[in-house]
């Protein structure tokens, strides 16, 4: 295995409308009446957001939890 | 502008002080145990033991001197009351007390304990007497600070101390022990013998007096004259300002050291200006309302003296500290897996779920709690005082939704589930074919409906040919999920619909097959039957010899906790299929819920788990339960169950007993399958063909279908995900293996699925979920 350092690895993913490269952006996420601004990997063409499983069923996993018991 | 939110309690909430007070009381378990609340100075004996057993005699020690003024003297010559109410008493022999805290004292004894440094105060108070009375009230109140003149007429401390035998409490004992009187704030006189005439002198010198007699004794009837009535519970005497002892008689030496202690509360109270009367029950020996469950507890006698003048040994005094009980009520908690899992009790509990209702702002902590609760029941049958935790859960999760509160993942699925079987897919309300009215009903339920359509099917058959008079047909569900949910507006709706349902046929008799629908439906409407007493002693499909299945478990579900008439039909159903039954060790009116109820198995999975491998633990013989879901948990965590069904309609018994748990998705199905094969069967019906997304092909390999049967993706959310993905082309593509990753929000969870397309349909690669809603620009 070679090593990137710190680098972020390069998303697996690509848009499967357009063909293009996820990139890093704004994306707004919204739970029970409150909105969250977060650095996402999206498709800058389509709009399409990539939440991967990790995301899901970690830190958004808590954030939700945690604004259920608000 | 004025707020009016922060300190009102929330509207709705489910409970109040007084309510708290009231279910806090049902709680024994913060009672003291017997033999401390018998011990008039209310020594911790159940901790010391703990700590004897432990050989930790710094503990020990610390724990007497909590409350014994003089534990060396006491150790020595306490009458031990205790004794007579110890609980051992009652199997085997009362524990040693005394001459267990005599062995702690005489082989460990402590440092003398040294002066507190307590802010002096400048009130006075004179003591006349040094026996145990006037030396205890000295010690407490010289501990509080008061500057306290001890008046002895003899040259020593110590009254009728000095009476006991040598080998018994030693001289040098009696002078160590008093020597903690040696402090700045006590002034001993001895040789200063006090008269009636000297009183008066006395109470213009001192703030407060307290003569160290027994009441009614030569002594104080010669100090106090015509001012001897002294009340027993404030030691008060007729004189402001002047306590005496309360108590009759110098025969207890532990009575004396109370009643000299109620003296120093009583002075403390004056001085301060404080209530002399106000809450003092629970100063001296009382009766406690702990709850021990002596019930097959094995008796023990007590360990004798190897040297009976000597005393313990120490192997001997742990051995007896051993066979204290350790009393606790914990009933409930032995019983319910929940209430073990949050480590405490009912009392502890209750004061939570007060607290999280009211909560205005910040984090309720206590939901997930609130919401794990199966409602079971058990607790209440348990409970001496019948308190039930399923209840108090239940009135919370309503106040809860009521207000607004709930967690929407807690209950979202189970609810969801439930508006699918009360949909067109599954529900529906028919005479018997043939009829245009119905004598009877049948409904099935959702879960067996879902679990094993082909029984369904089997019982209306034979339930259409065994009874006249029509039996219609009803599929639908009786709205338990939005019940243990707390949701009464959803539950009430179902059940409106429900009920104009079943009018709609005439209001026939209604025959349930599962306990939950009957125990929603027994209290509302009339003449409800279980299946069970219904066909106990009907011509059975087989009997006798016809199963030739031997041994098994019943399981009650815990909705027949109290339904004598159903287990009996049960076991009378069972004898006559030639089975051999056996009785769970919580069984019937002690049955244990499978985990489903409640809907623990949703708010709080890892708990559902243990308290399903509890129950399956109980027996290692082949369980029968007639409840689906017990049977489908059961079976989900390896246990061989059948359902009762099975015995009576199954062919293969062998394979009914180890099928596999349906699964959330299967369940759908067999409901939607079960519907249109009905109507074709019996309604003569064409049948209808899937439809839409329902068409699409999905494969997935068990491992798959566990991890969506675990997260909660049914087989319909992953096709509606591929629908939408393949539909507009929303979707990712990883470009090293062609797979594909989409996701759909069909309502209120998002769900993502990788999968991989092939010539006739998709395989699924994992699928996961959330409830955050991704805001999109969406760009064409
Ligand atoms: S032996 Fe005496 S001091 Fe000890 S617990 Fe019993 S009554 Fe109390
Ligand atoms: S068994 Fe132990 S805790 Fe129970 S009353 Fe006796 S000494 Fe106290
Ligand atoms: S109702 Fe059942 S699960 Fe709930 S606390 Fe009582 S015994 Fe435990
Ligand atoms: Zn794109």
């Not at chain 2, 009430?492 to 009957?518: N, R, Y």
Request: with cysteine; hydrophobic share 35%; charged share 25%.
């Amino acid at each position: 295995m070679n090593k990137t350092d710190n680098l972020p690895p390069k998303p697996v993913w690509k848009c499967g409308k357009c063909g293009g490269e996820l990139k890093h952006g704004t994306v707004k996420i919204t739970y029970l009446g409150n909105d969250l601004r977060v650095e996402e990997l999206k498709c800058l063409n389509c709009g399409l957001v990539l939440i991967t499983e990790e995301l899901a069923l970690g830190k958004m996993f808590e954030v939700e939890q945690s604004l259920e018991d608000k | 502008m004025v707020t009016h939110t922060a300190n009102i309690k929330e509207v709705g909430a489910a409970m109040d002080q007084v309510e708290l007070r009231r279910l806090e009381s049902k709680c024994s378990q913060e009672n003291p145990p017997a033999c401390t609340a018998g011990c008039p100075i209310h020594v911790d004996v159940r901790k010391l033991m703990q700590a004897i057993q432990n050989q930790d005699w710094k503990s020990a020690a610390s724990i007497l001197q909590q409350k014994q003024p003089f534990p060396g003297i006491i150790s020595r010559i306490c009458d031990h009351p205790c004794e007579d109410v110890c609980k051992r008493k009652d199997v085997g022999a009362t524990v040693a007390i005394s001459n267990l805290e005599k062995f702690c004292l005489e082989n460990h004894a402590p440092k003398i304990a040294n002066v507190g440094a307590v802010p002096p105060k400048s009130q006075t108070v004179a003591v006349v007497g040094s026996g145990l009375r006037g030396l205890t009230t000295a010690y407490d109140l010289a501990r509080k600070g008061y500057i306290v003149t001890l008046f002895e007429k003899s040259d020593r401390l110590g009254g009728n101390l000095w009476k006991h035998p040598e080998q018994q409490l030693p001289a040098q004992v009696i002078t160590n022990e008093l020597s903690v009187l040696n402090r700045p704030n006590v002034t001993i006189e001895r040789n200063a013998g006090i008269t009636r005439q000297d009183l008066s002198q006395l109470k213009e010198r001192f703030d407060a007096l307290y003569i160290g007699f027994a009441a009614q004794s030569e002594d104080a009837l010669e100090l106090l004259g015509e001012n001897s009535r002294i009340d027993p519970i404030s030691c008060t005497t007729p004189i402001a300002g002047v306590f005496a002892g309360g108590q009759l008689g110098n025969n207890s030496p532990i009575n004396a050291v109370a009643d000299g202690r109620r003296g120093a509360v009583s002075i403390d109270r004056y001085l301060q200006g404080a209530s002399l009367t106000a809450s003092r029950d629970g100063e001296g020996a009382f009766e406690s309302n702990l709850f021990v469950n002596l019930n097959k507890i094995p008796s023990l006698p007590a360990v004798p003296m190897s040297h009976e003048s000597g005393g313990y040994t120490g192997e001997e005094a742990v051995r007896e500290a051993g066979r204290c009980l350790n009393c606790q009520c914990l009933e409930c908690v032995k019983a319910c897996k929940y209430l073990e899992s949050y480590g405490g009790y009912p009392k502890k509990y209750l004061r939570e779920i007060y607290n999280n209702e009211s909560i205005v702002m910040g984090t309720r902590h206590a939901n997930k709690m609130i919401n794990s609760c199966t409602q079971c029941g058990l607790c209440a049958e348990v409970c001496p005082n019948d308190l039930d935790m399923g209840q108090v859960c239940l009135a919370s999760r309503e106040s809860m939704v009521r207000r607004g509160k709930m967690p929407p993942s807690a209950h979202d699925f189970a609810l969801r589930d439930m508006a699918f079987s009360n949909s067109e897919q599954f529900a529906l309300t028919r005479h018997q074919p043939g009829f245009d009215s119905s004598k009877y009903v049948f409904f099935p339920g959702c879960q067996l409906s879902g679990s094993s359509p082909e029984h369904v099917e089997k019982v209306y058959a034979y339930l259409t040919e065994q009874l006249a008079g029509g039996v219609g047909l009803m599929l639908r569900c009786c709205g338990a999920p939005a019940h243990w949910g707390g949701d009464q507006g959803q539950f009430q709706t179902s059940f409106e619909e429900m009920v104009a349902e079943w009018e709609s046929l005439g209001k026939p008799q209604l025959i349930v097959a599962c306990s939950t629908c009957h125990s929603i439906f027994r209290e509302k409407l009339p003449g409800v039957v279980s299946l069970w007493e219904l066909i106990k002693d009907m011509d059975l499909p087989v009997q006798g010899a016809g199963t030739n299945y031997g041994k098994v478990a019943v399981q009650d579900p815990c909705t027949t906790r109290y339904e004598q008439g159903i287990h009996e039909a049960v076991r009378h159903i069972l004898l006559r299929l030639g089975c051999e039954i056996e009785e769970l060790p919580y069984s019937k009116e002690l049955t244990k819920c499978c985990g489903f109820g409640g809907l623990t198995a949703f708010a709080n999975p890892g708990l559902a788990r243990k308290i399903v491998e509890n129950r399956i633990k109980e027996s290692t013989a082949d369980y029968v339960a007639y409840c689906a879901m017990c049977r489908d948990r059961f079976a989900a965590h390896g246990k061989r169950t059948l359902h009762l069904l099975d015995l009576i309609f199954a062919d293969d018994l062998q394979n009914a007993a180890t099928r596999p748990d349906s699964g959330f998705s299967q369940r759908h199905e067999h409901r939607a399958r079960l519907k249109r094969t009905l109507l074709h069967r019996f309604w003569q019906t064409p049948q209808e063909k899937e439809r839409g997304y329902r068409t699409i092909k999905i494969i997935c390999n068990e491992e798959i279908s566990k991890l969506m049967e675990e997260r909660l993706i049914l087989l319909e959310d992953v096709q509606q995900v591929i629908e939408h993905a393949e539909g507009t082309g929303r979707k990712f593509i990883n470009p090293d293996n062609d797979n594909y990753l989409a996701y759909f929000r069909p309502a209120r969870v998002t769900y993502w699925v990788e999968y991989q397309p092939q010539e006739n349909g998709f395989v699924v690669l994992n699928s996961y979920s959330h409830r955050m809603e991704i805001v999109e620009e969406v760009k064409p």
